[in-house]
């Protein structure tokens, strides 16, 4: 573990009166699983101060493409219209082709932006 890279992709939605970060893990782009005790890591370390939720994905099941949800505590919740939008974005920034699974609609009063890439380094 130590020495290698975790590579997360951060979002940012604006909402009226609410400002919200997300962290996204995707499997493909990292080499690590995304486990309980690493969780523990990178929340241990405040990697994960001020994120509404980390959403790991895309799942590949076949076709089938899913998200897992992690909310701030590190438990998994269902995912909701507000992180499918998130995931929504990821997937059609990062080119993935059949995006239109979650396709959901995005409230009128939301935006949605990329905020840039966030490397973790495990100790």
Known sequence: VAGMEMIFKK????????????????????????TSDLYKSIS????????????????????DMSVRVLNADGAEIAANPGTQQIFEAYLRDQGYSNSDTFHTACEADSEISAFGTVYYFPA
């Open 11 to 34: 979002y940012h939605k604006s909402e009226r009166h609410t400002e919200k970060n997300y962290l996204i893990y995707d499997p493909v782009h990292n080499q690590m699983q995304f």
């Open 44 to 63: 241990h370390r405040n990697f994960v101060q001020n994120c509404e939720n980390i959403l790991i994905g895309p799942i590949m099941n076949g076709q």
